[in-house]
């Protein structure tokens, strides 16, 4: 029984490995850093956001992504903006650029979840995604 079930839990570090390094590799590819890429996703999804939020959504200090953002604003990837009606705020936002890049990594990661998937059937797919949702479903919120 502890055989098997060491054997199912290296499985799955090796496709969430696999997946990981995929990801990576991506990003790398791009010159950006793997924050840089999820503040592109989070501004692409939340356009207008400040500084501050965004520093929370990436746990790390203002200053830390005021740098960050200035990086991406040097490739054109965002830009902020002066909030109208208040010249102290400033606004960032994920230009065109910025958008097609971090929508082309979540085009490049569904190609690599399809190649993980391919050795297996329809029905094995479905059955395996149940499997997942039970054990998924009975681990403490926290940790979603």
């Given at each position: 029984m502890d055989n098997e079930?060491?054997?199912s839990f290296e499985l799955m570090r090796r496709i969430v490995?696999?997946?990981s390094r995929a990801g990576e590799k991506w990003i790398r590819d791009r010159d950006i850093s793997l924050e840089q890429a999820f503040v592109l996703g989070y501004l692409r999804d939340h356009?207008?956001?400040i500084q501050r939020e965004i520093a929370n959504q990436v746990?790390?200090?203002e200053a830390n992504v005021s740098s960050m953002l200035q990086k991406l604003e040097k490739r054109h990837l965002v830009e902020r903006r002066l909030q109208e009606g208040n010249d102290r705020i400033k606004r960032v936002y994920a230009t065109e650029a910025g958008i097609a890049l971090i929508d082309g990594?979540?085009?490049?990661?569904?190609?690599v979840d399809e190649d993980?998937?391919?050795p297996i059937s329809q029905e094995e797919r479905e059955v395996l995604t149940a499997t997942l949702d039970k054990i998924a479903a009975q681990l403490p919120h926290h940790r979603k």
């Open positions: 079930r060491d054997r490995t696999a997946q356009p207008g956001s746990n790390r200090g990594l979540g085009t490049a990661m569904a190609a993980i998937l391919a």
